[in-house]
Nanobody
């Protein structure tokens, strides 16, 4: 599975962005998808995950209630709608794919996109 993340950019605090992650190479079905973020010198941090059916979602504490993960299998795409953005949300955001159920550990994901930069100004 090849993953291509897009949609990052510069936004003011309180604003919104929607990230997209397009999958190609093999069937998208059957894979749980996750979003992680990372800043220089820090570990990759779990943000959100969604089951392959789309029926189960998980969020990290800092983003719960503000971010929404969703998927559209017909387009082989997973989305991360980010609302009420804060400066501390600034990071490079990565999408990832893993067989089976949704997971919150980066080591559990087999495929990764290249990342898209989100910058939130105060």
């Amino acid at each position: 599975v090849q993953l291509q993340a897009s949609g990052g950019g510069l936004v003011q605090a309180g604003g919104s962005l929607r990230l997209s992650c397009a999958a190609s190479g093999r069937t998208f079905r059957g894979y749980a998808m996750g979003w992680f973020r990372q800043n220089p010198g820090k570990e990759r941090e779990f943000v959100a995950a969604i089951s392959w059916t789309g029926g189960t979602t998980y969020y990290s504490g800092p983003v719960k209630g503000r971010f929404i993960i969703s998927r559209e299998d017909a387009k082989n795409t997973v989305y991360l709608q980010m609302n009420s953005l804060k400066p501390e949300d600034t990071a490079i955001y990565y999408c990832a794919a893993a067989p089976g159920g949704p997971k919150s550990l980066a080591v559990q994901y087999d495929y990764w996109g290249q990342g898209t930069l989100v910058t939130v100004s105060s």
